[in-house]
Protein backbone atom coordinates (compact mmCIF):
# COMPACT_ATOMS: atom_id res chain seq x y z
CA UNK A 1 0.00 0.00 0.00
CA UNK A 2 1.32 3.29 -0.86
CA UNK A 3 -0.25 6.62 1.45
CA UNK A 4 1.00 9.44 -1.02
CA UNK A 5 -0.05 13.00 0.39
CA UNK A 6 -0.80 16.00 -1.80
CA UNK A 7 0.43 18.91 0.11
CA UNK A 8 0.87 22.88 -0.36
CA UNK A 9 -0.04 25.32 2.03
CA UNK A 10 -1.41 27.23 -1.23
CA UNK A 11 -4.78 27.41 -1.99
CA UNK A 12 -6.37 26.61 -5.43
CA UNK A 13 -2.77 24.79 -6.97
CA UNK A 14 -4.57 21.90 -8.13
CA UNK A 15 -4.32 19.76 -4.72
CA UNK A 16 -7.68 18.53 -4.69
CA UNK A 17 -8.11 18.09 -8.70
CA UNK A 18 -4.73 15.87 -7.95
CA UNK A 19 -6.01 13.55 -6.00
CA UNK A 20 -9.34 13.16 -7.71
CA UNK A 21 -7.76 12.75 -11.40
CA UNK A 22 -4.49 10.93 -9.80
CA UNK A 23 -7.27 8.49 -8.44
CA UNK A 24 -9.36 7.98 -11.13
CA UNK A 25 -6.63 7.30 -13.44
CA UNK A 26 -5.15 4.64 -10.86
CA UNK A 27 -7.98 2.84 -10.34
CA UNK A 28 -8.79 2.86 -14.40
CA UNK A 29 -5.87 1.28 -14.42
CA UNK A 30 -6.60 -1.36 -12.00
CA UNK A 31 -5.26 0.16 -9.00
CA UNK A 32 -7.32 0.19 -5.65
CA UNK A 33 -7.50 3.89 -4.34
CA UNK A 34 -8.50 5.08 -1.37
CA UNK A 35 -8.96 8.73 -1.24
CA UNK A 36 -8.93 10.37 2.07
CA UNK A 37 -10.24 13.83 2.26
CA UNK A 38 -8.72 15.39 4.88
CA UNK A 39 -9.67 19.32 4.18
CA UNK A 40 -12.97 20.38 6.26
CA UNK A 41 -13.99 22.11 2.81
CA UNK A 42 -14.55 18.75 1.71
CA UNK A 43 -13.71 19.48 -1.89
CA UNK A 44 -12.28 16.07 -2.67
CA UNK A 45 -15.06 14.44 -1.62
CA UNK A 46 -17.84 16.81 -3.55
CA UNK A 47 -15.41 16.20 -6.31
CA UNK A 48 -16.36 12.27 -6.15
CA UNK A 49 -19.86 12.73 -6.31
CA UNK A 50 -20.38 12.48 -2.51
CA UNK A 51 -22.40 15.07 -0.29
CA UNK A 52 -20.71 15.58 2.80
CA UNK A 53 -24.02 16.79 3.79
CA UNK A 54 -25.88 13.88 3.39
CA UNK A 55 -23.59 11.27 4.89
CA UNK A 56 -23.95 10.39 9.00
CA UNK A 57 -20.39 10.59 9.81
CA UNK A 58 -17.08 10.79 8.38
CA UNK A 59 -13.48 11.57 9.39
CA UNK A 60 -14.46 13.59 12.27
CA UNK A 61 -15.50 10.28 14.02
CA UNK A 62 -12.37 8.23 12.95
CA UNK A 63 -9.92 10.90 13.74
CA UNK A 64 -11.20 12.83 16.92
CA UNK A 65 -11.82 10.03 19.26
CA UNK A 66 -8.45 7.59 20.86
CA UNK A 67 -9.45 4.09 19.24
CA UNK A 68 -11.49 5.90 16.36
CA UNK A 69 -9.67 4.42 13.76
CA UNK A 70 -11.27 1.12 14.39
CA UNK A 71 -14.41 2.84 12.70
CA UNK A 72 -12.18 4.01 9.03
CA UNK A 73 -13.58 1.06 7.05
CA UNK A 74 -17.30 2.28 8.44
CA UNK A 75 -17.51 6.14 7.24
CA UNK A 76 -15.95 5.02 3.62
CA UNK A 77 -17.65 5.29 0.84
CA UNK A 78 -17.55 3.23 -2.95
CA UNK A 79 -17.51 6.48 -5.66
CA UNK A 80 -17.10 3.98 -8.29
CA UNK A 81 -15.02 0.88 -9.04
CA UNK A 82 -11.65 0.69 -7.34
CA UNK A 83 -12.57 3.93 -5.72
CA UNK A 84 -13.49 4.41 -2.85
CA UNK A 85 -13.36 7.78 -0.03
CA UNK A 86 -12.93 8.69 2.96
CA UNK A 87 -15.07 11.31 3.31
CA UNK A 88 -14.49 14.85 5.21
CA UNK A 89 -17.01 17.31 6.23
CA UNK A 90 -16.96 20.95 7.78
CA UNK A 91 -16.64 19.51 11.42
CA UNK A 92 -13.11 18.51 10.65
CA UNK A 93 -11.68 22.09 11.07
CA UNK A 94 -13.11 21.38 14.23
CA UNK A 95 -10.21 18.44 14.72
CA UNK A 96 -6.93 20.73 14.53
CA UNK A 97 -8.03 22.19 17.97
CA UNK A 98 -8.81 18.62 19.65
CA UNK A 99 -5.70 17.60 18.44
CA UNK A 100 -3.70 20.51 19.24
CA UNK A 101 -4.97 19.46 23.34
CA UNK A 102 -2.96 16.09 23.16
CA UNK A 103 0.21 15.15 24.16
CA UNK A 104 2.70 16.16 21.20
CA UNK A 105 3.14 12.25 20.51
CA UNK A 106 -0.62 11.85 19.96
CA UNK A 107 -1.22 14.65 17.70
CA UNK A 108 -0.01 13.24 14.71
CA UNK A 109 -0.72 9.68 14.93
CA UNK A 110 -4.18 9.43 14.07
CA UNK A 111 -4.34 9.28 10.67
CA UNK A 112 -1.30 6.92 10.53
CA UNK A 113 -3.38 4.49 13.19
CA UNK A 114 -6.45 4.32 11.21
CA UNK A 115 -4.54 3.54 7.75
CA UNK A 116 -3.28 0.83 9.66
CA UNK A 117 -6.82 -0.81 10.08
CA UNK A 118 -7.41 -1.03 6.71
CA UNK A 119 -4.42 -2.62 6.23
CA UNK A 120 -3.82 -3.78 2.36
CA UNK A 121 -7.04 -3.10 0.95
CA UNK A 122 -5.63 -0.86 -1.04
CA UNK A 123 -3.26 -0.23 -3.63
CA UNK A 124 -2.54 3.65 -3.49
CA UNK A 125 -3.79 5.75 -0.65
CA UNK A 126 -3.92 10.17 -2.40
CA UNK A 127 -4.46 12.04 1.17
CA UNK A 128 -5.64 15.91 -0.21
CA UNK A 129 -4.39 18.09 2.16
CA UNK A 130 -5.87 21.70 3.43
CA UNK A 131 -4.25 24.70 2.14
CA UNK A 132 -2.19 25.31 5.23
CA UNK A 133 0.52 23.13 7.39
CA UNK A 134 -1.52 22.51 10.70
CA UNK A 135 -2.01 19.19 12.24
CA UNK A 136 -4.23 17.68 9.92
CA UNK A 137 -1.00 18.38 7.43
CA UNK A 138 1.46 17.15 9.70
CA UNK A 139 -0.99 13.96 10.60
CA UNK A 140 -0.64 12.86 6.48
CA UNK A 141 3.23 13.67 6.45
CA UNK A 142 3.16 10.78 9.29
CA UNK A 143 1.27 8.74 7.86
CA UNK A 144 2.71 9.09 4.16
CA UNK A 145 5.97 7.66 1.98
CA UNK A 146 5.34 10.00 -0.54
CA UNK A 147 4.25 13.30 -1.15
CA UNK A 148 2.84 15.24 -4.24
CA UNK A 149 3.68 18.81 -4.40
CA UNK A 150 1.30 20.09 -6.99
CA UNK A 151 2.87 23.87 -7.81
CA UNK A 152 0.90 26.24 -10.17
CA UNK A 153 3.46 27.47 -12.92
CA UNK A 154 2.72 31.09 -11.96
CA UNK A 155 4.87 34.39 -10.14
CA UNK A 156 5.25 33.52 -6.58
CA UNK A 157 4.49 29.67 -6.54
CA UNK A 158 8.04 28.47 -6.09
CA UNK A 159 8.89 30.73 -3.13
CA UNK A 160 5.75 29.34 -0.98
CA UNK A 161 7.52 25.80 -1.51
CA UNK A 162 11.00 26.35 -0.16
CA UNK A 163 9.43 27.54 3.03
CA UNK A 164 6.83 23.82 2.92
CA UNK A 165 9.75 21.86 1.68
CA UNK A 166 11.80 22.93 5.00
CA UNK A 167 8.90 22.32 7.21
CA UNK A 168 8.69 18.32 5.44
CA UNK A 169 12.31 18.25 6.17
CA UNK A 170 11.96 19.29 9.80
CA UNK A 171 8.91 17.03 10.00
CA UNK A 172 11.14 13.91 8.58
CA UNK A 173 13.55 14.45 11.32
CA UNK A 174 10.81 14.32 13.68
CA UNK A 175 9.10 11.03 12.41
CA UNK A 176 12.32 9.67 11.15
CA UNK A 177 11.11 8.39 8.46
CA UNK A 178 12.01 9.13 4.86
CA UNK A 179 9.83 11.05 2.40
CA UNK A 180 9.71 10.51 -1.12
CA UNK A 181 8.57 14.41 -1.86
CA UNK A 182 8.30 15.09 -5.90
CA UNK A 183 6.94 18.69 -7.31
CA UNK A 184 4.13 18.09 -10.03
CA UNK A 185 3.77 21.51 -11.95
CA UNK A 186 -0.06 22.65 -12.61
CA UNK A 187 -1.78 25.17 -14.39
CA UNK A 188 0.34 25.24 -17.20
CA UNK A 189 -0.51 27.70 -20.15
CA UNK A 190 1.82 26.94 -22.67
CA UNK A 191 1.38 30.00 -24.49
CA UNK A 192 2.19 32.15 -22.14
CA UNK A 193 6.13 33.00 -21.76
CA UNK A 194 6.10 33.52 -18.10
CA UNK A 195 4.03 29.82 -17.81
CA UNK A 196 7.32 28.59 -20.10
CA UNK A 197 9.38 30.05 -18.22
CA UNK A 198 8.52 29.22 -14.53
CA UNK A 199 8.43 25.51 -15.73
CA UNK A 200 12.18 26.14 -16.67
CA UNK A 201 12.93 27.39 -13.24
CA UNK A 202 10.77 25.03 -11.87
CA UNK A 203 12.57 21.70 -13.39
CA UNK A 204 15.75 23.53 -12.64
CA UNK A 205 15.47 24.05 -9.35
CA UNK A 206 13.89 20.79 -8.62
CA UNK A 207 15.67 18.53 -11.02
CA UNK A 208 15.14 14.76 -10.36
CA UNK A 209 12.31 15.90 -7.65
CA UNK A 210 9.68 17.19 -10.47
CA UNK A 211 7.52 14.86 -12.77
CA UNK A 212 8.25 14.78 -15.91
CA UNK A 213 4.35 15.11 -15.95
CA UNK A 214 3.14 18.60 -16.30
CA UNK A 215 -0.46 19.41 -15.77
CA UNK A 216 -1.89 21.58 -18.35
CA UNK A 217 -4.65 24.16 -17.77
CA UNK A 218 -7.75 22.69 -19.07
CA UNK A 219 -11.07 23.72 -18.55
CA UNK A 220 -12.89 19.96 -18.51
CA UNK A 221 -11.02 19.54 -15.07
CA UNK A 222 -13.30 22.41 -13.71
CA UNK A 223 -16.39 20.97 -15.55
CA UNK A 224 -15.53 17.27 -14.36
CA UNK A 225 -15.20 18.81 -11.02
CA UNK A 226 -18.48 20.73 -11.10
CA UNK A 227 -19.96 17.64 -11.84
CA UNK A 228 -18.70 15.07 -9.32
CA UNK A 229 -16.29 12.77 -11.32
CA UNK A 230 -13.42 12.41 -12.66
CA UNK A 231 -12.02 13.43 -15.74
CA UNK A 232 -11.53 10.30 -17.20
CA UNK A 233 -15.63 9.60 -16.86
CA UNK A 234 -16.43 13.20 -18.06
CA UNK A 235 -13.72 14.11 -20.87
CA UNK A 236 -11.75 11.12 -21.67
CA UNK A 237 -9.77 12.99 -24.41
CA UNK A 238 -9.38 16.21 -22.76
CA UNK A 239 -5.73 17.65 -22.37
CA UNK A 240 -6.70 17.34 -18.63
CA UNK A 241 -7.27 13.39 -18.51
CA UNK A 242 -4.09 12.85 -20.73
CA UNK A 243 -2.12 14.79 -18.39
CA UNK A 244 -3.47 12.79 -15.33
CA UNK A 245 -3.06 9.90 -17.35
CA UNK A 246 0.72 10.31 -18.00
CA UNK A 247 0.55 11.11 -13.90
CA UNK A 248 -0.81 7.70 -13.02
CA UNK A 249 1.98 6.23 -15.09
CA UNK A 250 4.66 8.06 -13.86
CA UNK A 251 3.52 7.33 -10.39
CA UNK A 252 2.76 3.43 -11.29
CA UNK A 253 6.78 3.18 -12.43
CA UNK A 254 8.02 5.34 -9.35
CA UNK A 255 6.56 2.59 -7.10
CA UNK A 256 9.85 0.87 -8.31
CA UNK A 257 11.45 3.43 -6.10
CA UNK A 258 9.25 2.95 -2.97
CA UNK A 259 11.53 1.66 -0.07
CA UNK A 260 10.50 -1.01 2.34
CA UNK A 261 8.72 -3.46 0.42
CA UNK A 262 10.29 -6.26 1.41
CA UNK A 263 10.54 -8.09 4.67
CA UNK A 264 13.39 -7.31 6.41
CA UNK A 265 12.80 -8.65 10.20
CA UNK A 266 14.78 -11.84 9.92
CA UNK A 267 18.72 -12.28 9.82
CA UNK A 268 20.10 -11.35 6.41
CA UNK A 269 22.01 -13.90 4.45
CA UNK A 270 24.57 -13.73 1.38
CA UNK A 271 23.58 -13.64 -1.65
CA UNK A 272 25.25 -14.18 -4.78
CA UNK A 273 24.33 -13.11 -8.76
CA UNK A 274 26.03 -12.90 -11.40
CA UNK A 275 26.32 -10.89 -14.97
CA UNK A 276 28.06 -11.86 -18.03
CA UNK A 277 28.48 -9.88 -20.75
CA UNK A 278 31.50 -9.40 -23.56
CA UNK A 279 31.09 -5.39 -24.22
CA UNK A 280 29.29 -3.87 -20.92
CA UNK A 281 31.88 -1.72 -18.84
CA UNK A 282 29.83 -0.75 -16.20
CA UNK A 283 27.41 -3.01 -14.21
CA UNK A 284 25.60 -2.56 -11.09
CA UNK A 285 22.29 -3.76 -9.30
CA UNK A 286 19.24 -2.15 -8.26
CA UNK A 287 16.13 -3.31 -6.40
CA UNK A 288 13.95 -3.03 -3.69
CA UNK A 289 15.96 -4.25 -1.24
CA UNK A 290 18.78 -1.21 -1.77
CA UNK A 291 15.52 1.35 -2.51
CA UNK A 292 16.60 1.33 -5.89
CA UNK A 293 19.90 2.51 -5.54
CA UNK A 294 22.24 1.04 -8.02
CA UNK A 295 25.22 -1.12 -6.43
CA UNK A 296 24.00 0.71 -2.65
CA UNK A 297 24.77 -1.58 -0.05
CA UNK A 298 26.22 -4.30 -2.83
CA UNK A 299 29.83 -5.71 -2.68
CA UNK A 300 31.05 -6.14 -6.07
CA UNK A 301 33.72 -8.41 -8.08
CA UNK A 302 34.75 -8.67 -11.44
CA UNK A 303 36.68 -11.17 -13.27
CA UNK A 304 37.32 -12.55 -17.30
CA UNK A 305 36.56 -15.49 -18.20
CA UNK A 306 38.02 -14.88 -21.82
CA UNK A 307 36.83 -12.38 -23.70
CA UNK A 308 33.49 -12.03 -21.14
CA UNK A 309 33.59 -10.15 -18.04
CA UNK A 310 31.99 -11.50 -14.96
CA UNK A 311 30.18 -8.84 -12.46
CA UNK A 312 29.47 -10.96 -9.14
CA UNK A 313 27.07 -8.89 -6.77
CA UNK A 314 26.80 -9.79 -3.12
CA UNK A 315 23.53 -8.56 -1.57
CA UNK A 316 22.80 -9.32 2.07
CA UNK A 317 19.44 -10.11 2.32
CA UNK A 318 16.34 -11.59 4.53
CA UNK A 319 14.75 -14.10 4.02
CA UNK A 320 11.72 -13.09 1.64
CA UNK A 321 10.91 -11.66 -2.44
CA UNK A 322 13.12 -9.24 -4.09
CA UNK A 323 12.49 -7.36 -7.10
CA UNK A 324 15.87 -6.21 -8.86
CA UNK A 325 17.38 -4.91 -12.21
CA UNK A 326 21.06 -4.69 -13.40
CA UNK A 327 22.38 -1.13 -14.91
CA UNK A 328 24.63 -2.14 -17.28
CA UNK A 329 26.69 1.23 -19.09
CA UNK A 330 23.56 3.18 -17.62
CA UNK A 331 20.86 1.22 -18.78
CA UNK A 332 18.22 -0.43 -16.83
CA UNK A 333 17.79 -4.71 -17.78
CA UNK A 334 16.17 -7.50 -16.42
CA UNK A 335 19.01 -10.62 -15.11
CA UNK A 336 19.14 -12.49 -18.47
CA UNK A 337 19.67 -15.50 -16.73
CA UNK A 338 17.02 -15.11 -14.38
CA UNK A 339 13.20 -16.41 -15.96
CA UNK A 340 11.40 -15.34 -13.03
CA UNK A 341 9.56 -12.26 -13.33
CA UNK A 342 7.21 -9.67 -11.87
CA UNK A 343 5.48 -6.59 -13.28
CA UNK A 344 5.72 -3.43 -11.64
CA UNK A 345 2.68 -1.28 -13.54
CA UNK A 346 4.08 -1.58 -17.16
CA UNK A 347 7.72 -2.46 -16.25
CA UNK A 348 9.16 -6.40 -15.49
CA UNK A 349 11.68 -6.86 -12.99
CA UNK A 350 13.39 -9.90 -12.19
CA UNK A 351 12.75 -12.10 -9.14
CA UNK A 352 14.67 -13.25 -6.31
CA UNK A 353 13.38 -15.18 -3.92
CA UNK A 354 15.29 -15.42 -0.40
CA UNK A 355 14.42 -18.68 1.58
N1 LIG B 1 -5.17 21.97 -14.57
C1 LIG B 1 -6.27 22.72 -14.32
N2 LIG B 1 -6.92 23.33 -15.32
C2 LIG B 1 -8.02 24.10 -15.08
N3 LIG B 1 -8.53 24.30 -13.87
C3 LIG B 1 -7.91 23.72 -12.82
C4 LIG B 1 -6.76 22.89 -12.99
N4 LIG B 1 -6.35 22.47 -11.77
C5 LIG B 1 -7.22 22.99 -10.90
N5 LIG B 1 -8.16 23.74 -11.51
C6 LIG B 1 -9.24 24.50 -10.90
O1 LIG B 1 -8.67 25.46 -10.03
C7 LIG B 1 -9.40 25.54 -8.82
C8 LIG B 1 -8.45 25.17 -7.64
O2 LIG B 1 -8.02 23.83 -7.82
P1 LIG B 1 -8.01 22.79 -6.62
O3 LIG B 1 -9.28 22.85 -5.88
O4 LIG B 1 -7.58 21.49 -7.16
O5 LIG B 1 -6.85 23.42 -5.75
P2 LIG B 1 -6.46 23.09 -4.23
O6 LIG B 1 -4.98 23.23 -4.13
O7 LIG B 1 -7.05 21.82 -3.81
O8 LIG B 1 -7.19 24.28 -3.49
P3 LIG B 1 -7.39 24.39 -1.87
O9 LIG B 1 -6.06 24.79 -1.37
O10 LIG B 1 -8.44 25.43 -1.70
O11 LIG B 1 -7.81 23.04 -1.38
C9 LIG B 1 -10.56 24.59 -8.96
O12 LIG B 1 -11.67 25.33 -9.42
C10 LIG B 1 -10.12 23.62 -10.04
O13 LIG B 1 -11.21 23.08 -10.75
MG1 LIG C 1 -8.29 21.36 -2.21
Known amino acids: MRVIAIVNQKGGCGKTTTAVNLAGCLAADGGRVLVVDLDPQAHSTLGLGIDPEALDENLYEVLAEPGGEARLADV ?8 DVA ?3 IVLSALEQKLAALPVEARTERVAAALEQVGDAYDYVLIDCPPNVG ?12 VIVPLETSPFAIHGVEKLLETIGLLVERVGHELAVRVLPTLYDGRTRYARETLARIR ?3 KDMCFDTVIRANVKLREAAARGVPITAWARSANGAIDYGALAVEVEALGLLAPGLAPRDEVPREVVVQFRDDAASDV ?10 PDKGVRSLIESEGDTRVWTKILQLSPGTYQYRYV ?3 EWREDPDNPQGAFSGAIRNSLLVVR
Do not use: H, K, Y
Request: proline content about 3%; aromatic content about 10%; overall charge negative.
Open 87 to 89: PSG
Open 328 to 330: VDG
Open 284 to 293: RIAGDFNGWI
Open 135 to 146: LLTFNALRAAGE
Open 76 to 83: IVTASENL
Open 204 to 206: ERF
